[in-house]
């Protein structure tokens, strides 16, 4: 690469940083034009009831009331993205087109109607009008209760227990037999609200070819549109899906929203003659009740070992809080399932998964995806195995870890380029630079007593896929554009074109970089044209730490196309080029026995903390935080990655307690839901970067946006037992948690 080019390994300020600092970046909520109608959409407030009847004509005749939208305007009245079982809205008859039954609310957030009105203010007030007759259902609170099947919420189904997933591998009771050391564990895991800094918002208008077409945030153009059309009855080209700037997504922006509904809303308005676009904006309070979170989960693990610390058998069943719809739970079952037998050569393994239905909030993609749940149960029980069998921690992972030609946990071989050996070996040597912050400096108002402040370190470690899994057809569309004059020998600019999202990764500036490198381009020189399904292909998600992986292999193929075509003459020289990589595989129902995915990304954590164990609060002090990245794109992206997804990981292991009661959030306010503050988070986090080549990935690169996340609360939970001695099979670890947690141990001792 030629040093102006500033490609691949280029680590410059991205092209849309100074918009964003500035505030001149175009969001959704910002974007809305001057003519706008507002919508307001309404949930049902009920977790689970019937609708037996729903009269609008007061909310109708409210003076500035455009249009009322119910369940009777909708084509085919269902949707989800991996399973169609949601209504787009509840209505009291059921909609003859779906076999979803919609006239039921399985969910607090589930949506009623929509309002249409000249000002927020008035769509509010006629919502207030909407007299609903309902019929209150029997709750399933949790998945201890849902999986009696007493209650059933979709009862097309015939059980809350919906998706299983099975592993049977070697003979687990010869591997029992083996075992010096046996480990049981029970674990909680909690939900997780995504509190990304942007609300859900979208426009939607008809646009001057007749496309329903709404502007908006998400993680899939291509996907928001094959879901709009759908419940629109409508065939694809006639929806456009543009995302405008996004301030955070983190899997939160994967499902539905708004598009559905804002679509059928600006339907309604140009069916009255009115070419005026429609706008909504929901509140903090509403986003945080109205879309999905990390899903809660119960898992009971066993481990045996040797007393020289081999593995000889894994058991485990896995119990996912679907909640009331499925989302993504089915795919983020099958991530649990994988990682929850950790990252080591297993030789006996029986591991069974299910995703349960509750009326509770949705559990859908989140960072990490499953991942840190089942990687949570792994390392946990894999840091009770070191201090069992008396062995440094870092030293049973040597003797057990995954590594190049290994057998999986589905009785395949891992995709080449396994590096965790050299991922733990770099964390461990890290992790013994001198520690520079002195304990508990700065942590609470009164200074801790010195006998009570304990410290600790602990220490995990991890994989995580790169791209879709089990079968799903992976695809990934670029298209670039060489310009230039019919004597150039060289091109003078280009165009990506790109559907890929970006939710705050930096992906398009990536995309630009990898432009650059595969056409010598000067990255000054190219232009970017992203996210309208109108103008770029099918990119994927922005999910499964895969687009970087996905998209620099399609920028690739369509660099060399528009070489091609510009040694032919062609200006501009025009490349498309639709990258598929290798097949992944469902797993055998009976054996789990399959290849579920193409690549992989490896990490491992080091951890230190401080316990004030008088007050119950913890200081992270140092995160040695280790990424095997393939090939950085952008240096300070990755880095920025990584520093993100620990602080973000840190709320769900110290802090972030979503409540429910009744099947509703109690806590749906960041001032009762605790994020992270500049003052709680990790002092040190040091980001230690491999860069040993993927052989699929373009230029060796690796998807890791969610790797430093999935290690982080069992390296946490490993360093507070260092410090205390004491296991927290639960979490977050707030401070009444950890007293209670102390005083249980002083009690018992």
Known sequence: MSPDLNGVGHDGVRFDAQAKVEGTAPYPADAVPAESLSAFVVFSDQPHARMLSMDTAAA?????????????????????LTKSDQPVLIGPTQNARTNVPSNVSRWEADHIAVIVAETDAIARAAASMI??????????????????????????????????????????????????VIIEGEYELPHQEHAFLQVESATAWIDEEGRVTVQTS???????????AHALDLPEERVRIIYAAMGGAFGGKEDMSLQIVLSLAAQAVAAKGIARPVHCRWSREESIVGHHKRHRASISARLGATSEGMITAVEADVWLD???????????????????????????????????????????????????????????????????????????????????????????????????PEVIEACAESAQAPLSVTPFASIATLPAADDDVKTGRGFAVGYKNVGFSFGFPERCEAEIRLHGEPGDETPTSADILHSGAEVGQGAHQAFRQMAAEATGVPLDSVRGIFSDTAVTGDSGSASASRLTWMAGNSILGAAEEAEKAWREGERPAVGTFRFT???????????????PNFAYGYMAQSVDVSVDTGTGIIRVD??????????????????????????????YVMSEDLQLRDGRITNPRLSSYLIPGIGDIPEIVDSVILELADPLGPWGARGMAEMPYITYAPAVIAAVHDATGIWFDEFPLTPSRVLAGIKKATEAS
């Open 622 to 651: 140092r995160v040695v935080s280790t990424h095997d990245v393939g090939r950085s794109i952008n240096p300070n992206l990755v880095k920025g990655q990584v520093e993100g997804a620990v602080v973000q990981a840190h709320g």
């Open 131 to 180: 007299e609903v007759e309902w019929e209150q259902l029997p709750l399933v609170p949790d998945v201890h209760s849902a999986r009696t099947d007493q209650v059933l919420l979709h009862p097309e189904d015939g059980t809350n227990v919906y998706h299983e997933l099975r592993i049977r591998k070697g003979d687990i009771e010869d591997g029992w037999a083996k075992a010096d």
């Open 322 to 420: 679907a909640g009331a719809y499925n989302y993504t739970s089915n795919k983020v079952l099958g991530n649990a399932h994988l990682c929850v037998g950790g990252a080591y050569e297993i030789p006996n393994a029986r591991i069974d998964s299910r995703a349960v239905y509750t009326t509770s909030v949705p559990g859908g993609a989140f960072r990490g995806f499953g991942g840190p749940q089942g990687a949570f149960v792994a390392e946990t029980q894999m840091n009770k195995l070191a201090v069992a069998l008396g062995m440094d921690p870092v030293e049973l992972r040597r003797r057990n870890t995954l590594r190049e030609g290994s057998d999986g946990i589905t009785q395949a071989i891992l995709p080449a380029g396994v590096t965790l």
């Open 218 to 228: 998400g993680q899939w153009t291509h996907e928001d549109r094959e879901q709009v």
């Open 60 to 80: 109708e005749s409210v003076d500035g009331v455009i249009a009322v939208v119910t369940a009777a305007d909708v084509p085919v009245n269902e949707y989800g």
């Open 581 to 595: 990589p290798p097949p992944t595989e469902v797993l055998d129902p009976e054996t789990g026995v399959g290849q």
